[in-house]
C-alpha cells in the first residue's frame, strides 16, 4: 500500500521548548547541517541505547523502535544498556546520560510528557516515567517513519530506503488530554500505540511495559455509593443513613446531608486507600497508587433524598447538584490533611446535573459530567449522536460552559451510541466528534470517557474510523479532522477508498435531514431511512468491494459496513418491499447478516454463547416477521415481540428465568417467571393477583395505568391470550410493565418521535399466558407469568377504548 505524505499536526507543545520541526521534506531541505541518517539500504550506523536502569515501558520502547524500523528499512539496530555502549552513533532513550547533558534529564517532568531531540549526532528520545518515553517513540515512528496503527489487526508501515531526521531537531510535547479512553478496547499494544492510558472505564490494570495506566482506587470509577455501604456494613447500618423517598420510605441512595454518613465515607475511603496500597506493595509490580476516588451517586434517574435537610441543601443551591457537591468537598477537605494528591471524582448526572449557585468544587474535586441523550429515562437534553455544535444541543453547551466556570476540574462521560433503541442503524458522527472533542478542550476538560462498545443495538457505521480519529484527536483536539481522514480512508481501503469516502458523506447528508434529535426519532420513523437510501448504500458498497479487487482484507472492512445497513433494511423490510420493484431478495439479506455477525465479533473479540444465542433469534425474527393477529391486522401498529420485546428489569438487576423457551409462545420464546424475582431468596408470589400497566416516569410517581386481573379473567387453558392495557400517549419516559414485582419492565421509546409536534396515542395489549394452580385451580403445571408480546395500536382522543 502506498505511503500517504505525513500532514502535519501539533501536540500540545510546552512554552519553555519551540517546536522546531515537522519532517517534511522542505523542512529536511532547509535544515543548516546535514540530516542524522538513522539507516539506509538496510543497514544502520545506530544503535538503540538504553538509560540504566530502564523501566519496563522504556525497554518495550527500545523494542517497538527496532521492530517497526526493521520493517521499514530492513535494518535491525542492537539494544544496548547505556554503560555497555562502547560508542558510535546511537539512538538514546529514556533517563540517559547524554539526556541529562543536554538539559533533557526529564526528572521532574510530567508522566506522559517526552522529548525528541538530536545532539552531536545522537538521537534523544526521552520523557517523564512511566509513560513519556514511550510516547516520544510512537511520536518518531509516526512523523519520520510515516507508521500508522489502524486497528488491532493492521499496521501501515510503509518502506523505505532511508529514515533521516534534521540535524537541529528538537521537539517537546504531551497529549492534550489526560485521560483517553475510549469504551471500545482493541487490545495491546494496539490501544497504547494509539495512546489510550485507561480501559475498561479506568478500572483495569495494564502492564508495566506498557507503561500503566490511569487506575481508579477502590472500590470502582463510577456509581460507588452503593459498594461503599455493602463493603462496610459496620459503618453503615442506621436506617436514617438512607435516602428518605418523596413518599416517606427509605432509598438504596444515602442521605448526602447526614453529618455522620459524611464522616463514615471518609472513614471507609480511608479504608480503600490504604488497601490499594497494601495490595501495590505486596504485587511488586511497581505500579503507582492510585490518585482518583470515586464518590459518584448511584446509577439512576431518581434518587434524590427528601428528608428536611436535603430539600433545604437544594433549595439553597438551586439545584441537587449543590447536596451532591457539599458532600464531596466536605469529605475530600478531610482526605487532603492525609492525602494531598489525591482528587475525588463526583458526577454531575440525571437528577444532579443542573449548574447549581453558591458552591464550588475544592481543587481536590474533579467533577464528571455525563449528558445523556436518549439513553435513559429521562427526556432527552442532547442529541449525543451529533456535535456539541449542532443547534440541537445548545442547551447542553451552555450548561458546559456554566460548569466549566466553577470546577477546577472537569471530566467528561460520552456516548457514541443510541443507547434508547433496540435496533441497529447506519449513522456517523466522525466530524462531530472533532468538534465536540475541540470544545471539550476549550471548556478546559482534560479527562475523557465515552461508551462506544460495539453489540446489539450499538453497530453503527465506521467504527473503526470513529476509533481512529477520536484517538488523534484526543492527543490534540485543535488540528484539522479532514487530513486525519484522508489518512485512514486510503490507507484502510485502498482502491475501495473513494467509494467509501461517497458512502461516509452519503449517510452523513442523509442523516443531516433529520430535523430532530438523531436518537428521539425511531428508525421507522426516519424520512430519510427511504427506499432510495439502501439501494444508494448498496451500490456504493458494491462498487467499493469491485474496487477492492480481490485482496481479502480491504473486502472484509467494506463488508462490514453492511452490517448496520442490512439490519435496518430488515427490521424495515415489510414498508421498504411493500410498494414492489425491491431490488433485493429478503433470505440473502439475512443471511449476509449471518456471515456479518460472526465476522464482526470476531474481529472485535469474540462473542459469548449467550450472544450467539441473541443473535440467531435475532436473525430468526428478521427472516420471517410474525405475522399479526387478524384483530390488528388493518391497523398501523408497533409489534413489539423477539429482539423488541426486551422486559428486563428498570434496576438493572438480573431476572432468576428470564427469557425462556415456550413453544406456545409467538417466536417460541417468552419472558417468564417462575419460582421467584430479583434474587432466588424472593418469591415470585404467585399467589397475588396478576397485573400490568403502564407509568410515566417524569409525570407522576403512580401508575398511569394499572390492570388487576380478576379470577375470572384467567383462561383456564393456559395458554396466551391478548389483554388490553390501555391507552397512553407516547413520551421519552412511558413505561409498560408486568407483574406485581415490576420485575419486567420495558421502556416504550421506540413509540416516541421527536419529530412530530404531538406525540401519538395507542392501545396498549399485552400477551400473557399463566399456568399453574395460583392461576388456574386444579392445575397440575408450575406456576409461571409468562409474556410473548405487547402491540401497541395507534388511536387518537377521541375514538372510545376498547
Not at 535544515?31 to 541505547?49: K, Q, T, W
Not at 447528508?509 to 421507522?524: K, S
Not at 448498496?538 to 482484507?553: I, Q
Request: charge should be neutral; include cysteine; hydrophobic fraction near 40%.
Amino acid at each position: 500500500m502506498s505511503h500517504l505524505p505525513i500532514a502535519p499536526y501539533m501536540h500540545h507543545i510546552l512554552s519553555m521548548l519551540a517546536l522546531i520541526s515537522l519532517f517534511h521534506a522542505d523542512c529536511l531541505a532547509a535544515a543548516s547541517a546535514p540530516p542524522l541518517v538513522l539507516a539506509r539500504d538496510g543497514r544502520s550506523e545506530y544503535a538503540i541505547v538504553l538509560g540504566a536502569p530502564p523501566t519496563a515501558a522504556e525497554r518495550f520502547a527500545a523494542e517497538e523502535l527496532a521492530l517497526f524500523l526493521k520493517s521499514s528499512t530492513g535494518a535491525l539496530l542492537p539494544i544496548v544498556a547505556e554503560p555497555e555502549y562502547s560508542g558510535g552513533r546511537g539512538i538514546f532513550l529514556g533517563r540517559t546520560a547524554l539526556a541529562a547533558r543536554h538539559g533533557a534529564d526529564a526528572a521532574g517532568w510530567g508522566e506522559e510528557e517526552w522529548a525528541i531531540r538530536a545532539a552531536d549526532g545522537h538521537l534523544i528520545v526521552t520523557g517523564g516515567r512511566p509513560r513519556g518515553t514511550l510516547y516520544g517513540i510512537y511520536e518518531l515512528l509516526e512523523r519520520v517513519g510515516g507508521v500508522r496503527f489502524l486497528d488491532a489487526r493492521t499496521d501501515h508501515v510503509p518502506r523505505r530506503d532511508a529514515w533521516t531526521v534534521p540535524a537541529d531537531l528538537s521537539l517537546r510535547g504531551q497529549p492534550v488530554f489526560c485521560r483517553r479512553e475510549i469504551g471500545w478496547a482493541r487490545g495491546q499494544p494496539f490501544d497504547v500505540r494509539l495512546r489510550m492510558n485507561s480501559f475498561a472505564n479506568a478500572w483495569r490494570e495494564i502492564e508495566a511495559k506498557y507503561g500503566y495506566c490511569i487506575k481508579y482506587g477502590g472500590p470502582y470509577t463510577t456509581h460507588t455509593h452503593h459498594r461503599y455501604v455493602a463493603d462496610f456494613t459496620d459503618l453503615f447500618d442506621q436506617p436514617d443513613f438512607f435516602a428518605r423517598t418523596q413518599r416517606g420510605g427509605r432509598d438504596t441512595q444515602v442521605c448526602m446531608s447526614h453529618p455522620e454518613v459524611r464522616r463514615r465515607f471518609g472513614v471507609a475511603l480511608r479504608r480503600y486507600i490504604q488497601k490499594d496500597r497494601q495490595a501495590i506493595r505486596e504485587a511488586g509490580t511497581g505500579a503507582p497508587y492510585p490518585r482518583y476516588y470515586s464518590l459518584v451517586p448511584d446509577d439512576g434517574s431518581s434518587g434524590q433524598c427528601f428528608c428536611e435537610r436535603c430539600l433545604a441543601l437544594a433549595n439553597r443551591y438551586g439545584s441537587y447538584a449543590g447536596v451532591v457537591l457539599e458532600f464531596t468537598n466536605e469529605i475530600a477537605e478531610d482526605i487532603a490533611r492525609d492525602y494531598p494528591d489525591l482528587v475525588l471524582v463526583t458526577s454531575a448526572y440525571t437528577y444532579y446535573r443542573d449548574i447549581p449557585a453558591g458552591i464550588r468544587p475544592r481543587d481536590n474535586v474533579m467533577v464528571r459530567i455525563a449528558q445523556l441523550g436518549a439513553e435513559f429515562n429521562t427526556a432527552p437534553r442532547r442529541d449525543t449522536l451529533r456535535s456539541m455544535l449542532h443547534p440541537l444541543n445548545a442547551g447542553a453547551c451552555a450548561e458546559w460552559e456554566a460548569w466549566s466556570k466553577i470546577c477546577p476540574r472537569l471530566d467528561v462521560h460520552d456516548y457514541w451510541g443510541p443507547w434508547g433503541q433496540q435496533v441497529v442503524w447506519p449513522y456517523v458522527n466522525v466530524r462531530g466528534t472533532a468538534e465536540t472533542l475541540k470544545f471539550y478542550h476549550e471548556q478546559g476538560l482534560r479527562h475523557f470517557f465515552v461508551e462506544a462498545a460495539l453489540s446489539d443495538h450499538r453497530f453503527y457505521s465506521f467504527p473503526d474510523l470513529q476509533y481512529y480519529v477520536g484517538a488523534r484527536l484526543l492527543l490534540d483536539p485543535r488540528q484539522p479532522v479532514e487530513p486525519l481522514i484522508d489518512e485512514f480512508l486510503t490507507l484502510y481501503y485502498g482502491p475501495a477508498a473513494p467509494a467509501m469516502r461517497q458512502l461516509l458523506e452519503y449517510i452523513e447528508g442523509r442523516q443531516g435531514e433529520e430535523p430532530a434529535m438523531l436518537a428521539t426519532v425511531p428508525p421507522r420513523n426516519r424520512a430519510y431511512f427511504d427506499r432510495a437510501f439502501f439501494v444508494e448504500a448498496d451500490a456504493l458498497l458494491a462498487e467499493a468491494e469491485t474496487r477492492a479487487g480481490g485482496d481479502p482484507d480491504v473486502t472484509a472492512r467494506v463488508r462490514q459496513e453492511r452490517l448496520p445497513l442490512d439490519e435496518t433494511m430488515l427490521f424495515l423490510w415489510d414498508a421498504l418491499a411493500r410498494p414492489g420493484d425491491w431490488p433485493f431478495a429478503r433470505d440473502a439479506v439475512a443471511d449476509r447478516l449471518e456471515g456479518l455477525y460472526a465476522a464482526t465479533y470476531a474481529k472485535c473479540g469474540g462473542r459469548s454463547d449467550a450472544r450467539v444465542a441473541a443473535d440467531r433469534a435475532r436473525l430468526a425474527y428478521l427472516r420471517e416477521l410474525p405475522p399479526l393477529p387478524p384483530r390488528f391486522a388493518d391497523k398501523q401498529v408497533l409489534n413489539l415481540c423477539g429482539p423488541l420485546l426486551t422486559l428486563v428489569s428498570g434496576a438493572g438487576r438480573p431476572v432468576p428465568r428470564g427469557r425462556a423457551a415456550d413453544p406456545d409462545a409467538v417466536l417460541g420464546q417468552a419472558w417468564r417467571i417462575e419460582e421467584h424475582v430479583w434474587t432466588e431468596d424472593r418469591s415470585a408470589q404467585h399467589e397475588k393477583p396478576p397485573q400490568f400497566g403502564l407509568s410515566d416516569t417524569q409525570q407522576t410517581p403512580e401508575f398511569l395505568v394499572r390492570r388487576v386481573l380478576s379470577p375470572n379473567e384467567i383462561p383456564a387453558d393456559e395458554r396466551y391470550h391478548w389483554h388490553y392495557v390501555g391507552r397512553m400517549q407516547a413520551t421519552p419516559t412511558m413505561y409498560f410493565y408486568a407483574h406485581h414485582s415490576w420485575v419486567f419492565d420495558q421502556r416504550l421509546f421506540a413509540a416516541y418521535n421527536a419529530a412530530l409536534p404531538e406525540q401519538k396515542h395507542y392501545d396498549a395489549y399485552i400477551s400473557l399466558k399463566l399456568e399453574g394452580p395460583a392461576y388456574v385451580p386444579g392445575s397440575k403445571r408450575p406456576n409461571a407469568f409468562s409474556v410473548d408480546r405487547l402491540i401497541l395500536v395507534e388511536t387518537t382522543p377521541a375514538e372510545a377504548p376498547p
